[in-house]
């Protein structure tokens, strides 16, 4: 756990750097610190922040640390800086992925027991009511929309509440892909006039699963492509939710939010870079 705090540290501040970022040198905590001490929450401790700030003040690797209070208004004030840092992050992965070939899927993050939804101080409005055929279940919080390699990797991602429809939630996405690019997805991300106007604009081929009663079916061996993938999204997907507690403890919606961010972020470095 001490060599990847270690490793993860670097290459945080080494991207920090080459990005030009500059912050007060009079602080005893970087913040390239307190970033890589909330994804090592993530990454161990299930998103527990207090856990993550013991183990590095007691492992001797950042005695300065900040108390949890100062700490959560610190990593909320560079919110900003973490999704940016992401983003930079994927950019690199689409230049080195070969193949070019991606996959979208969502899956939901409720705030709350369905029980409790009158009770939520999170989030309110009929706008976090949510369903995902695929599980079968209803939700009260967040979906998640994410854009990985064919091998499982996040490159993108967007957070919405939890009544968008997976077709409006790719609509709400930068889906800033290479050129030449191939998306795989299930029906839920049906529209044929995005995928002509993808295929005119970006020169990107949505492969997307078709209904037993489409217009436009695909031939047999399009279809075994885009169910192989599929299935290799939702083991990533399986992957990051095994770092989710069994409820994720925030105050604020951002503070949720971010968590869920961190946790794939983390996941991403894990996986590809670490």
């Avoid at 690199?92 to 409720?110: D, G, L, M, Q, R």
């Avoid at 009511?129 to 979906?143: I, L, V």
Wanted: net charge positive; proline share 4%.
């Amino acid at each position: 756990m001490i060599d990847k705090t270690i490793a993860i540290y670097v290459f945080i501040d080494d991207i920090m750097k080459e990005t030009g970022y500059n912050e007060p040198i009079n602080r005893n905590a970087s913040d390239s610190g307190i970033i890589t001490t909330a994804l090592i929450a993530a990454k161990y401790f299930h998103g527990h922040i207090d856990n993550a700030i013991n183990f590095v003040k007691q492992s001797g690797l950042m005695p300065a640390m900040l108390s949890k209070s100062r700490f959560n208004r610190r990593i909320h004030a560079i919110f900003e800086l973490i999704t940016t840092l992401f983003f930079s992050i994927a950019e690199a992965i689409k230049k080195i992925n070969i193949s070019s070939e991606y996959i979208i899927n969502s899956f939901p993050v409720p705030v709350c027991e369905n029980i409790r939804i009158s009770r939520s101080r999170i989030v309110k409005g009929e706008q976090y009511r949510g369903y995902k055929p695929s599980m079968r279940k209803y939700f009260y919080g967040f979906t998640v929309q994410v854009i990985a390699t064919v091998d499982g990797i996040p490159v993108e991602f967007a957070i919405l509440p939890g009544s968008f429809h997976d077709i409006d939630g790719l609509k709400n996405m930068y889906f800033n892909l290479p050129e030449g690019s191939t998306v795989y997805g299930d029906s839920a991300y049906t529209d044929y006039n995005y995928e002509e106007d993808s295929r005119e604009a970006e020169n990107i081929k949505m492969m997307i699963a078709r209904k037993s009663n489409s217009k436009r079916k695909h031939e047999p061996w399009q279809e075994y492509l885009i169910s192989v993938n599929r299935k290799r999204i939702e083991i990533m997907f399986s992957q990051i939710s095994v770092m989710f507690p069994k409820r994720i403890h925030a105050v604020t919606s951002d503070g949720l939010l971010l968590k869920v961010i961190l946790f794939i972020f983390v996941f991403t470095l894990n996986e590809k870079l670490l």
